[in-house]
């Protein structure tokens, strides 16, 4: 694929703590391209509720910024916040939807972006920026079962709202990027042009690990053997089994790397409980950077999540950096199989998860193992997911017919799997 304008709609601000798909996906296209990442919509008044936005991210509101390689941000800014009281009646959000539109396509022209390619995650925090910038392709990104309930009590209505947006990504879109298997397998009744690519890891930060953020106090805490949870904490983790592990194995550490952002009071009495525990540490979130750094730190990393609809279509990030840092990997019977089984110890039950975590322990600590694992990781980096989809566009655009619209409506027709 020759140099291209690529405009990415995320679901996040670029300079978020945790970076995901999205972030990976954009600093890996800018590599040998220039991107336009366009965060989601915000207000001062949105960025003083909610407490997963920062200051920094405030400052960027209505800004274009580089941000590095041939990437730059743009942060669309809602002039007028919707929780005013006569939002509804003078239609705030469609003046708020030219303005960002405007905003758009004055920053494009700046960028010299003509006829880009319009790359969308998918979100329900973004406006459908379809045919605003004359694109010349169109790429979904659906790399989570969003028609899923994401908590206990989502409401149908909510549901119905975020299958109608997927809809409407399914029809506008070129080309169909998604994670796992079973997303494929749903998505090719959807759409003519599904493709199979997998999350992926930044290996290179596994290589150049900083160990500066690993205070000799943090190493006194840590009483081998550690047992390690990266990820956020919320509705779909398993809190009744992280605490029947600390409770049956007081000699082990069990190290929690992950944002807390629960919202269920069941779960929420769990993980106070969990917290209090002397052989629990919980760090919070880690920034990317940090997170080779910790995975050193532990003996064996656990998945330990609830078998919900959502992570049966799942293809966790996770999974590739515990194989990056060279790691055992115990998880819960998700209900869908792994990529690598050989290399992944599943448990259907707790005391069976507490048995595989022995096993686990046990394992010859040679170089063999270790090394295997890194190496399927260094084959299923950022970079190599990148050039994998880049082909498939280019490939695809080399075939694209005329009439795009008209084609929009031809008989769907499956497309097979490509591997990772």
Same mark, same amino acid.
């Given at each position: 694929?020759?140099?291209?304008?690529?405009?990415?709609?995320?679901?996040?601000?670029?300079?978020?703590?945790?970076?995901?798909?999205?972030?990976?996906?954009?600093?890996?296209?800018?590599?040998?391209?220039?991107?336009?990442?366009?965060?989601?919509?915000?207000?001062?008044?949105?960025?003083?509720?909610?407490?997963? /936005?920062?200051?920094?991210?405030?400052?960027?509101?209505?800004?274009?910024?580089?941000?590095?390689?041939?990437?730059?941000?743009?942060?669309?800014?809602?002039?007028?916040?919707?929780?005013?009281?006569?939002?509804?009646?003078?239609?705030?959000?469609?003046?708020?939807?030219?303005?960002?539109?405007?905003?758009?396509?004055?920053?494009?022209?700046?960028?010299?972006?003509?006829?880009?390619?319009?790359?969308?995650?998918?979100?329900?925090?973004?406006?459908?920026?379809?045919?605003?910038?004359?694109?010349? +392709?169109?790429?979904?990104?659906?790399?989570?079962?969003?028609?899923?309930?994401?908590?206990?009590?989502?409401?149908?209505?909510?549901?119905?709202?975020?299958?109608?947006?997927?809809?409407?990504?399914?029809?506008?879109?070129?080309?169909? +990027?998604?994670?796992?298997?079973?997303?494929?397998?749903? /998505?090719?009744?959807?759409?003519?042009?599904?493709?199979?690519?997998?999350?992926?890891?930044?290996?290179?930060?596994?290589?150049?690990?900083?160990?500066?953020?690993?205070?000799?106090?943090?190493?006194?805490?840590?009483?081998?053997?550690?047992?390690?949870?990266?990820?956020?904490?919320?509705?779909?983790?398993?809190?009744?089994?992280?605490?029947?592990?600390?409770?049956?194995?007081?000699?082990?550490?069990?190290?929690?790397?992950?944002?807390?952002?629960?919202?269920?009071?069941?779960?929420?009495?769990?993980?106070?409980?969990?917290?209090?525990?002397?052989?629990?540490?919980?760090?919070?979130?880690?920034?990317?950077?940090?997170?080779?750094?910790? /995975?050193?730190?532990?003996?064996?990393?656990?998945?330990?999540?609830?078998?919900?609809?959502?992570?049966?279509?799942?293809?966790?990030?996770?999974?590739?950096?515990?194989?990056?840092?060279?790691?055992?990997?115990?998880?819960?019977?998700?209900?869908?199989?792994?990529?690598?089984?050989?290399?992944?110890?599943?448990?259907?039950?707790?005391?069976?998860?507490?048995?595989?975590?022995?096993?686990?322990?046990?394992?010859?600590?040679?170089?063999?193992?270790?090394?295997?694992?890194?190496?399927?990781?260094?084959?299923?980096?950022?970079?190599?997911?990148?050039?994998?989809?880049?082909?498939?566009?280019?490939?695809?655009?080399?075939?694209?017919?005329?009439?795009?619209?008209?084609?929009?409506?031809?008989?769907?027709?499956?497309?097979?799997?490509?591997?990772?």
């Amino acid at each position: 694929m020759s140099r291209r304008n690529i405009v990415l709609i995320a679901n996040e601000p670029w300079e978020h703590f945790t970076w995901r798909r999205r972030h990976h996906t954009a600093w890996a296209l800018a590599k040998d391209n220039k991107v336009l990442f366009v965060e989601p919509p915000a207000s001062v008044s949105s960025h003083l509720r909610d407490g997963n /936005l920062s200051w920094r991210q405030l400052r960027n509101l209505g800004r274009l910024k580089h941000q590095g390689r041939g990437l730059y941000s743009f942060s669309p800014f809602k002039l007028l916040p919707l929780s005013l009281p006569f939002s509804e009646r003078l239609d705030l959000d469609a003046l708020n939807k030219k303005l960002i539109f405007s905003q758009l396509k004055r920053y494009a022209r700046r960028l010299e972006m003509e006829r880009p390619v319009l790359w969308v995650f998918f979100s329900d925090r973004q406006y459908e920026y379809y045919g605003l910038l004359d694109e010349v +392709f169109t790429v979904g990104d659906i790399y989570d079962k969003f028609t899923a309930p994401t908590w206990e009590g989502m409401p149908s209505e909510s549901v119905e709202r975020l299958r109608q947006k997927q809809e409407t990504l399914l029809r506008r879109a070129d080309v169909v +990027f998604t994670v796992s298997q079973a997303l494929f397998d749903e /998505l090719s009744e959807m759409h003519r042009n599904v493709y199979l690519v997998p999350n992926g890891v930044d290996y290179e930060s596994f290589e150049n690990c900083d160990l500066s953020s690993l205070t000799p106090a943090l190493h006194s805490r840590l009483k081998k053997p550690v047992i390690g949870f990266l990820g956020m904490m919320h509705y779909i983790v398993d809190f009744e089994l992280l605490d029947h592990i600390a409770e049956r194995r007081p000699e082990w550490t069990l190290l929690l790397m992950g944002k807390d952002n629960i919202h269920c009071a069941a779960d929420r009495k769990v993980f106070n409980r969990l917290k209090a525990r002397k052989n629990v540490v919980w760090r919070g979130e880690l920034g990317r950077k940090n997170i080779p750094a910790f /995975l050193k730190l532990v003996d064996v990393c656990i998945i330990p999540k609830k078998r919900l609809e959502l992570n049966r279509y799942a293809n966790f990030l996770k999974v590739w950096e515990y194989l990056a840092a060279g790691k055992p990997i115990v998880s819960v019977d998700v209900g869908t199989p792994f990529e690598y089984p050989e290399l992944i110890r599943v448990a259907a039950s707790k005391e069976a998860f507490l048995e595989n975590i022995e096993k686990a322990l046990e394992e010859d600590r040679g170089e063999g193992l270790s090394e295997r694992r890194r190496n399927i990781a260094k084959d299923n980096s950022w970079r190599s997911r990148v050039k994998l989809m880049l082909g498939i566009i280019d490939g695809e655009m080399q075939t694209l017919p005329g009439d795009r619209e008209a084609n929009k409506d031809e008989p769907l027709a499956k497309v097979q799997p490509m591997s990772p």
